[in-house]
């Protein structure tokens, strides 16, 4: 008796698709592009927020009401330190120790700040963001007059917006900060020129991101 054994068709391969020519180059480009913009991204985020949210609060500065906070103190120099004050004027340095009283005296940090130094006072500014404070001695009869001024946490924050009285580490984080914003928005318009042929309002949006305040510069800005 004889057995008839169906076989099964072999399967067809299909035909693998060509690669575009400069996929590679282009899947390279895509992925160096997405890790700087989510690098600058992660560096710059919170930095971001507060310098969008400052820039709010300083374009209506006028608008948000502020109280300021002012408090003045007095004390009278020790003799032997009133005697050791150099007879000059210009700007200069307060001496060690009576740099060291006027820190203990008043709760402050004078080290490193040039006085306006003149025939009959001492007066050492001391500006820092959010306020400032001033000491003023009297050098005739040794009195020392303390004054600070609190101008609240928006201003202090506005006053970080602006590198004001911030000092030199500051300066380097705004210089830092503002690298990575231009890392993360060129890295972003690189990610709109790769995706444009799949979006077609990319370009209708970008070009009104840049007509639009422009405009609005020429119209209403003299």
């Given at each position: 008796m004889t057995t008839d054994t169906a076989t099964a068709p072999a399967a067809v391969a299909k035909p693998k698709r060509a690669a575009k020519p400069g996929g590679a180059a282009r899947g390279f480009w895509v992925r160096q592009i997405v890790s700087w913009h989510w690098i600058s991204a992660a560096i710059s985020l919170f930095g971001m927020i507060v310098f969008a949210v400052t820039g709010i609060t300083l374009n209506h500065a006028?608008?948000?009401?502020?109280?300021?906070?002012?408090?003045?103190?007095?004390?009278?120099?020790?003799?032997?330190?009133?005697?050791?004050?150099?007879?000059?004027?210009?700007?200069?340095?307060?001496?060690?120790?009576?740099?060291?009283?006027?820190?203990?005296?008043?709760?402050?940090?004078?080290?490193?700040?040039?006085?306006?130094?003149?025939?009959?006072?001492?007066?050492?500014?001391?500006?820092?963001?959010?306020?400032?404070?001033?000491?003023?001695?009297?050098?005739?009869?040794?009195?020392?007059?303390?004054?600070?001024?609190?101008?609240g946490w928006i201003a202090y924050f506005n006053d970080l917006h602006k590198g004001r009285n911030t000092g030199i580490t500051w300066a380097w984080f705004i210089d830092i900060f503002a690298v990575a914003c231009v890392i993360f928005c060129l890295s972003g318009f690189g990610l709109l020129w790769l995706k444009s042929a799949a979006r077609p309002a990319t370009w209708p949006l970008v070009t009104a991101g840049l007509i639009v305040p422009l405009i609005l510069a020429l119209l209403f800005i003299h």
């Amino acid at each position: 008796m004889t057995t008839d054994t169906a076989t099964a068709p072999a399967a067809v391969a299909k035909p693998k698709r060509a690669a575009k020519p400069g996929g590679a180059a282009r899947g390279f480009w895509v992925r160096q592009i997405v890790s700087w913009h989510w690098i600058s991204a992660a560096i710059s985020l919170f930095g971001m927020i507060v310098f969008a949210v400052t820039g709010i609060t300083l374009n209506h500065a006028g608008d948000i009401a502020a109280a300021p906070v002012v408090q003045e103190h007095t004390a009278t120099l020790p003799a032997n330190l009133l005697s050791s004050l150099p007879h000059e004027e210009g700007r200069h340095a307060l001496p060690p120790a009576v740099a060291a009283w006027a820190d203990r005296e008043f709760s402050i940090r004078s080290a490193g700040r040039e006085a306006e130094w003149s025939a009959d006072e001492v007066y050492l500014a001391m500006a820092r963001p959010g306020g400032d404070a001033w000491i003023s001695i009297d050098r005739a009869t040794g009195e020392v007059v303390h004054e600070d001024t609190w101008r609240g946490w928006i201003a202090y924050f506005n006053d970080l917006h602006k590198g004001r009285n911030t000092g030199i580490t500051w300066a380097w984080f705004i210089d830092i900060f503002a690298v990575a914003c231009v890392i993360f928005c060129l890295s972003g318009f690189g990610l709109l020129w790769l995706k444009s042929a799949a979006r077609p309002a990319t370009w209708p949006l970008v070009t009104a991101g840049l007509i639009v305040p422009l405009i609005l510069a020429l119209l209403f800005i003299h």
